[in-house]
């Protein structure tokens, strides 16, 4: 379970394309996520002003993630909301995902690191849309010749983001394949729940969380 299986190769104009267990784990994540999301679409129309059961519980997630958003990153920047929430689903979801035996893409760097690079290019974004020349400047602050350095500092942020929640992530994995791997047959009743239900649950709620409000925090230093 520690290492990556590859499903098969696609080549596709002389690029071999590898069909590793992460990305097919990653589209399964995916069909979840937009049946989930067609299906609220499908009920939204007959959604009430007085919200109950379904609608509730979806405008109860709604109100919470965007004041979230709003009291993190403020008004003027609330209407990147939607990206961090599909963010924060897919890794939570990503976590879900060991409790049904399947290895959590997060568990990959190459994950993490797309989702940390993807913050970067929109920290980035939003540091010239909201500063233009002074963000540019802000590199050679407080003299030119610390350019270098400000920019590995830029740099260091989506790999250190990255890193931070492909180690806990792949922590977790190890800790449950060595439980399964060395422990009788008899301690992997009732025991892996509880397991499952930290590394899982708790931990990967927690990971979750840190990943995207360390995005967030990044994306309105810039922006700032």
């Known amino acids: 379970m520690l290492n990556i ?28 996520l937009t049946l989930i999301a067609l299906y609220t679409r499908s009920k939204l129309k007959k959604f009430k002003e007085i919200p109950a059961g379904f609608q509730n519980a979806i405008e109860a997630v709604i109100e919470m993630f965007d004041n979230f958003i709003t009291n993190t990153l403020g008004k003027k920047l609330s209407y990147i909301a939607p990206w961090y929430f599909m963010v924060f689903m897919f890794v939570l979801f990503s976590a879900l995902m060991s409790i049904f035996g399947l290895r959590a893409p997060t568990a990959d ?34 003299h030119f010749i610390f350019f270098p350095l400000n920019l590995i500092g830029e740099i260091a942020k989506p790999v250190s983001l990255s890193f931070r929640l492909f180690g806990n992530m792949l922590s977790g994995t190890i800790i449950l394949t060595l439980y399964y791997g060395l422990m009788p047959y008899f301690t992997q009743i009732g025991i892996p729940a509880l397991l499952h239900a930290f590394f899982d649950i708790i931990f990967g709620a927690l990971q979750t969380y840190i990943f995207v409000i360390l995005s967030l925090m990044y994306v309105k230093g810039a922006a700032e």
């Open 5 to 32: 299986e590859n499903y098969a190769i696609w080549n596709i104009f002389g690029i071999d394309i590898w069909i590793t267990e992460t990305i097919v784990n990653t589209w399964i994540i995916m069909l979840v």
């Open 109 to 142: 760097w190459a994950t993490t690191f797309a989702l940390a690079f993807a913050s970067f290019i929109l920290m980035l974004g939003m540091g010239f849309k909201h500063q233009k020349g002074a963000y540019l400047k802000s590199f050679f602050d407080p």
